[in-house]
C-alpha cells in the first residue's frame, strides 16, 4: 500500500458513508505548498455512532489496525481515532469534527481537489491549513509546521486570503505568530 | 515558544517557483514519492544488512521506522 492508495480508501470511505471530513494536515499542506515525507493522513470528521459498521467494514482487520472501542471513546470525547495499515505503516488520524466558529468556517471553505487523476477529496482551504498548524506550533514547538506554513505562502502566494489569517489569527490568539511568519517571508515591509 | 528567523525556515525563491507552476495533484504526487522512495531505500538497506531476515519482518521493520515506532 502506498499513500494515495490510503488517501482514496478513506476519502471513498467517507463519501460513501456521507461522513462531512477536510483533509488537512501536512497532505493538505503539500497540496498548497511545499511536497515533504510525511506518514499521516490527518482527516477532521464528522463521524458518529451510526457510522462505525461502515468503517470497521471499509477497513477489514486482516489488512488495518482500527478499533471499535477506539473510535466510540473518540466520539464521546470528541478526540481522534487512527487507521493503521500495520503492513506500511501508513496512518489515518481521523480527528472528530467539534463545532466551533473556526471549524464551521473552514467545513463551508473547504476546497474539493483532485489529488490524483482517478479521485476528488474535501481539502481545507490553503488558509485553514495555515491557521491549524500556527495552532499546532503553538501546542508543540515543532518546526515543520512552520516550514509548511511558508511553503504554503511561497507557493499559493496571491491565492491566498491575508486578511482572513490575520482576522482568525486574532480570534484565535495566534497574532504573535502570524507577526513572525509573515515578517520572515517579507510581507510586513 | 521560539519564532525567531532560525526558527522559520522559508522555501529557496527557485523552488518555490518551480512549484508554483505544478498542479495541486502534482505537489502532493511529488511528496507521496518521497514516502515510497523511502520505503525502498530503507528496504534495500535492511535487505543487504540482514539477509537473514524474511519478507514479512523486512516489512515490520521497514513500517515500523517510517512510522516512527507507531507500528
Given at each position: 500500500?502506498?499513500?494515495?492508495?490510503?488517501?482514496q480508501?478513506i476519502?471513498?470511505?467517507?463519501?460513501?458513508?456521507?461522513?462531512?471530513?477536510?483533509?488537512?494536515g501536512s497532505?493538505?499542506?503539500?497540496?498548497?505548498?511545499?511536497?515533504?515525507?510525511?506518514?499521516?493522513?490527518?482527516?477532521?470528521?464528522?463521524?458518529?455512532?451510526?457510522?462505525?459498521?461502515?468503517?470497521?467494514?471499509?477497513?477489514?482487520?486482516?489488512?488495518?489496525?482500527?478499533?471499535?472501542d477506539?473510535?466510540?471513546?473518540?466520539i464521546?470525547?470528541?478526540?481522534?481515532?487512527?487507521?493503521?495499515?500495520?503492513a506500511?505503516?501508513?496512518?489515518?488520524?481521523?480527528?472528530i469534527?467539534?463545532?466551533?466558529p473556526?471549524?464551521?468556517?473552514?467545513?463551508?471553505?473547504?476546497?474539493?481537489?483532485?489529488?490524483?487523476?482517478?479521485?476528488?477529496?474535501?481539502f481545507?482551504a490553503?488558509?485553514?491549513?495555515?491557521?491549524?498548524?500556527?495552532?499546532?506550533?503553538?501546542?508543540?514547538?515543532?518546526?515543520?509546521?512552520?516550514?509548511?506554513?511558508?511553503?504554503?505562502?511561497?507557493?499559493?502566494?496571491?491565492?491566498?486570503?491575508?486578511?482572513?489569517?490575520?482576522?482568525?489569527?486574532?480570534?484565535?490568539?495566534?497574532a504573535?505568530?502570524?507577526?513572525?511568519?509573515?515578517?520572515?517571508?517579507?510581507?510586513?515591509? | 515558544?521560539?519564532?525567531?528567523?532560525?526558527?522559520?525556515?522559508?522555501?529557496?525563491?527557485v523552488?518555490?517557483?518551480?512549484?508554483?507552476?505544478k498542479?495541486?495533484?502534482?505537489?502532493?504526487?511529488?511528496?507521496?514519492?518521497?514516502?515510497?522512495?523511502?520505503?525502498?531505500?530503507?528496504?534495500?538497506?535492511?535487505?543487504?544488512?540482514?539477509?537473514?531476515?524474511?519478507?514479512?519482518?523486512?516489512?515490520?521493520?521497514?513500517?515500523?521506522?517510517?512510522?516512527?515506532?507507531?507500528?
Amino acid at each position: 500500500m502506498e499513500p494515495y492508495e490510503l488517501l482514496q480508501d478513506i476519502v471513498v470511505t467517507l463519501e460513501d458513508l456521507q461522513i462531512p471530513y477536510i483533509v488537512t494536515g501536512s497532505v493538505a499542506a503539500m497540496v498548497y505548498g511545499e511536497p515533504r515525507l510525511t506518514n499521516d493522513i490527518d482527516i477532521v470528521a464528522a463521524v458518529e455512532e451510526k457510522h462505525i459498521p461502515g468503517l470497521l467494514a471499509a477497513f477489514p482487520p486482516e489488512e488495518f489496525y482500527i478499533s471499535e472501542d477506539m473510535i466510540r471513546d473518540a466520539i464521546r470525547r470528541k478526540g481522534q481515532f487512527n487507521i493503521i495499515h500495520p503492513a506500511s505503516g501508513l496512518k489515518v488520524d481521523i480527528i472528530i469534527k467539534v463545532d466551533t466558529p473556526f471549524n464551521t468556517s473552514r467545513f463551508t471553505r473547504l476546497k474539493r481537489i483532485y489529488p490524483s487523476d482517478s479521485f476528488q477529496a474535501n481539502f481545507a482551504a490553503p488558509e485553514d491549513v495555515i491557521i491549524k498548524k500556527m495552532e499546532y506550533y503553538r501546542e508543540g514547538s515543532s518546526e515543520k509546521h512552520l516550514r509548511d506554513i511558508t511553503g504554503i505562502l511561497k507557493v499559493s502566494r496571491d491565492e491566498i486570503d491575508y486578511g482572513y489569517i490575520s482576522e482568525w489569527a486574532e480570534r484565535l490568539g495566534l497574532a504573535e505568530i502570524w507577526k513572525a511568519v509573515m515578517d520572515r517571508i517579507g510581507r510586513n515591509k | 515558544m521560539r519564532l525567531d528567523a532560525g526558527q522559520i525556515e522559508v522555501i529557496d525563491d527557485v523552488m518555490a517557483e518551480v512549484l508554483r507552476h505544478k498542479t495541486p495533484a502534482e505537489r502532493l504526487g511529488i511528496g507521496f514519492s518521497l514516502w515510497v522512495s523511502a520505503y525502498k531505500m530503507l528496504m534495500t538497506h535492511l535487505e543487504k544488512t540482514h539477509p537473514e531476515w524474511d519478507t514479512l519482518r523486512l516489512q515490520k521493520e521497514v513500517a515500523r521506522r517510517l512510522s516512527h515506532g507507531a507500528v
